[in-house]
């Protein structure tokens, strides 16, 4: 059990003033068992639509639906007792007018009882992002790589580089100045990111974004070696669980092809063993 776990929960305006102080820790969770886990060590518990790919085997985050964030925030909540919810806005849930992403937030948080949501997107969802946190609702940007734009960018590419750093360094303002409690920033080169950080005032969390940011984020099935299908540059495995859950099925199967599973200790008898009475005598 965490030492933190009768702690009041982490709200947005803690995030906020978090920054410049000591980095803060973020890892996605999709279940209620792996929020647990992630609430006794982390600071913001991101309910990413990285689940598509992760759990639901897609290609890409396209595809996940409202009802998926909806489930999958929904358990996680139920497994934070400290740490703060965020919800990713999914895609096409939020693009088409600031109206529109107010519904939708608004069902994320009514449904689930998470205190914030995330979308993608710099200056051109500077709108939506004032829309939305005038009207009660809390969010937490994201720019740099968005991967729900993955098509428009030609793949999952590092951006900021070269003529594309005072773009990116105005996505970062534009955000904070709509109303942003922090900010995401996703495979930005570590001195970009650097200057970034530097010039705002709301928090930074880097993914693939150097060590200079208020925060660190990764998907946790990345960092426990889960999820093997593909390992991102920025990723580093802490475990290797995916090798060791492969090791043990093999075994499980070995046993049960070969009959030394189950044994009399994982099965019942026919009949119950007669009680000893206490009182009983032995017999001479």
Not at 241 to 251: C, T
């Amino acid at each position: 059990m965490s030492a933190t776990s009768t702690a009041r929960p982490v709200l947005p305006p803690d995030i906020r003033a978090r920054k410049r102080q000591a980095p803060m820790v973020v890892l996605t969770a999709y279940t209620t068992p792996m929020a647990r886990l992630v609430d006794a060590h982390c600071d913001i518990a991101l309910v990413g639509d990285s689940v598509g790919m992760v759990l639901h085997g897609m290609a890409s985050t396209l595809g996940v639906t409202m009802e998926m964030m909806v489930l999958h925030g929904r358990s996680v909540v139920k497994g934070c007792q400290r740490a703060m919810v965020v919800i990713d806005m999914p895609f096409g849930s939020y693009e088409e007018s600031p109206q529109q992403a107010y519904r939708n937030a608004a069902r994320l948080m009514a449904e689930t009882g998470a205190p914030a949501v995330k979308l993608e997107g710099g200056a051109h969802m500077a709108e939506t992002i004032a829309f939305l946190t005038k009207r009660g609702v809390p969010v937490m940007a994201h720019i740099g790589l968005t991967p729900q734009s993955v098509n428009t960018l030609g793949g999952y590419k590092v951006v900021g580089r070269e003529g594309e750093a005072e773009a990116v360094m105005e996505d970062a303002r534009t955000v904070e100045a709509a109303g942003a409690f922090a900010v995401v920033l996703e495979k930005v080169p570590m001195g970009l990111a650097a200057r970034i950080t530097q010039s705002l005032t709301i928090p930074t969390i880097g993914i693939g974004a150097g060590v200079h940011c208020d925060g660190q984020v990764l998907v946790v099935d990345d960092m426990l070696g889960m999820f093997t299908d593909f390992r991102p540059k920025f990723v580093k495995r802490f475990a290797a669980l995916g090798q060791e859950a492969d090791e043990a099925i093999a075994a499980y199967a070995a046993e049960v092809r070969s009959g030394a599973f189950p044994t009399e200790e994982h099965s019942f008898p026919d009949t119950l063993a007669a009680p000893k009475s206490s009182t009983a005598k032995e017999p001479k």
